[in-house]
């Protein structure tokens, strides 16, 4: 069965910098989506960011980016130029073709001003 | 702006009482998950629908839960009888084959 790891419970970081959250997940099949969604305080999930392995190009929205490790099965989310509104849970979640969602446990990141 | 829609949300109730959670997926996804959110669980999978046909609900405790949608429109989870620790967060999320999810506001259920 696939798992997803986040080893980061909580992480914290200053106005305007950069932070790296890291995720790392387990399958044995090759083609496969990642996602790293976000939960405010107001609990909705909002989609951050989305990866396709069979890409090898990282995915970049805005001041969010993506390491994507495919051999070490690596998928880390990097914010750059933090804001106070980025402060939230972020979750990792992985899905195979035509499967259901595996999501990681969550890091919660605190923006400080 | 399309947007997956729950009902309540927010609901107090007694233990043993009856509770229905209603979600209308974005128009034109085929896929409904309805997950629930404790603090100690994390996200936890309960149901997964493809074009209205349930496809995994081994999520799901089978003899208070069930989830169904009787249209495209429409997903439904309740439990009956409610209990204390089925006080939690529920959230629908809907998508488009194995494309991404896109979530609910969420129904915050509180069982007494």
């Known amino acids: 069965a696939q798992t997803v790891t986040q080893s980061q419970p909580e992480m914290s970081v200053q106005e305007a910098e950069t932070v790296t959250l890291s995720c790392t997940y387990d399958t044995s099949e090759s083609d496969y989506y990642l996602f790293w969604y976000k939960q405010p305080p107001s609990r909705q999930m909002i989609l951050v960011i989305r990866?396709?392995?069979?890409?090898?190009q990282n995915a970049t929205e805005n001041r969010f980016s993506v390491n994507f490790q495919k051999a070490a099965k690596s998928f880390s989310l990097k914010i750059s130029d933090s804001q106070l509104g980025d402060a939230a849970m972020y979750f990792c979640a992985y899905q195979n073709y035509g499967q259901n969602f595996v999501f990681g446990p969550g890091t919660r990141l605190s923006v400080l001003p | 702006d399309a947007r997956v829609t729950q009902t309540p949300r927010h609901k107090v109730t007694e233990m043993g009482q009856e509770v229905t959670m209603r979600c209308q997926p974005i128009l034109g996804h085929n896929t409904v998950f309805w997950y629930r959110q404790t603090m100690m669980q994390g996200l936890e999978l309960l149901a997964y629908?493809?074009?209205?046909?349930?496809?995994?609900d081994s999520g799901m405790p089978k003899d208070r839960f069930s989830a169904e949608m009787p249209d495209a429109t429409l997903a439904t989870l309740k439990i009956q009888p409610s209990e204390p620790r089925d006080s939690a967060v529920y959230f629908c999320a809907s998508g488009l084959g194995s494309m991404e999810q896109y979530f609910g506001p969420g129904t915050r259920l509180t069982v007494l």
């Open positions: 990866q396709e392995a069979y890409k090898q």
């Open positions: 629908f493809r074009n209205r046909a349930p496809l995994d």
